[in-house]
């Protein structure tokens, strides 16, 4: 049987893809972050689906949970938060089921940066503004980043920087990217992309930890720092410009 690691989306329930919402009403168990997946989800599940809540596991624990289902013929629906392929910590669960020879695939989702993009109504890219996107974290008590993806190495680029995990450190993400960016570079931080009790706040690196620290977000946000954010002056797209020749290639 098939292990299918799906991306769950941003938070709203109608955001998961259809291919993911198919999977997840076939599938006889169904294993979820209870601190991430809406509950709402789950109503896609079969009414006797076995449910998993892995907040209180370890990754011995879920490993065994997915080859006990496979063992017993079971499809298995593990749901993620967001898109697998960013800060999922889908590799090493993957790593274990190789080794275990346990068949998987995986099943896009929208990420929380995109939900953030949405609630924003931002485009990430511009053109002539910015044309590049960061997708980073900071260090923290868990995983240390490599070297050469600190911020400060990263805000060289000017390139527009989205940083998850970090919202209850967002006075360090000013601290190290005000030298780069200028107190005046438009800043936005989006909790709960998507959710009804969504939180949005726009401002700048000089004003953005206050409005961080004001709302009480410390989790389930993202932190986005970049000109294309404010960008109201700029050059239209190539792809729509009147002056394209559509007849070539």
């Known amino acids: 049987m098939t292990v299918y690691f799906i991306g769950a989306g941003p938070g709203a329930a109608d955001l998961i893809t259809v291919r993911g919402a198919r999977i997840l009403a076939a599938s006889p168990v169904c294993l979820y972050a209870g ?8 109503a896609e599940c079969p009414p006797d689906a076995r449910l998993v809540d892995t907040a209180l596991l370890d990754i011995d624990q879920i490993t065994a949970e997915l080859v006990r289902a496979h063992e017993g013929g079971h499809d298995v629906a593990r749901l993620h938060s967001g898109d697998p392929s960013v800060f999922s910590a889908v590799n090493e669960q993957m790593h274990r089921l190789d080794e275990a020879g346990v ?9 929380a940066f995109a939900a953030a ?3 924003l109504k931002r485009e990430l890219t511009v053109p002539t503004v910015g044309q590049t ?12 980043m490599p ?19 970090a919202a209850r450190y967002a006075d360090r993400v000013v601290a190290e990217l005000l030298p780069h960016y200028g107190a ?3 800043a936005a931080v989006v909790a709960m992309a998507s959710r009804p009790d969504e939180i949005v706040l726009r401002g700048t690196l000089e004003t953005i930890a206050d409005q961080v620290k004001s709302a009480g977000v410390i989790r389930t946000a993202v932190i986005m720092v970049g000109r294309t954010l404010g960008a109201e002056q700029f050059r ?8 394209r020749d559509r007849h070539t290639c």
């Open 35 to 42: 601190s991430l997946v809406p509950r709402d989800l789950l």
């Open 103 to 111: 068949p998987y695939e995986v099943v896009p989702g929208v990420p």
């Open 117 to 119: 993009a949405a609630a």
């Open 133 to 144: 996107v960061i997708l980073t974290r900071i260090a923290q008590r868990a995983t240390a």
């Open 147 to 165: 070297e050469g993806e600190d911020l400060a190495t990263l805000g060289r680029s000017g390139a527009l920087i989205v940083l998850h995990l």
């Open 184 to 186: 005046d570079c438009p």
């Open 236 to 243: 239209d797209s190539h792809l729509y410009s009147p002056a």
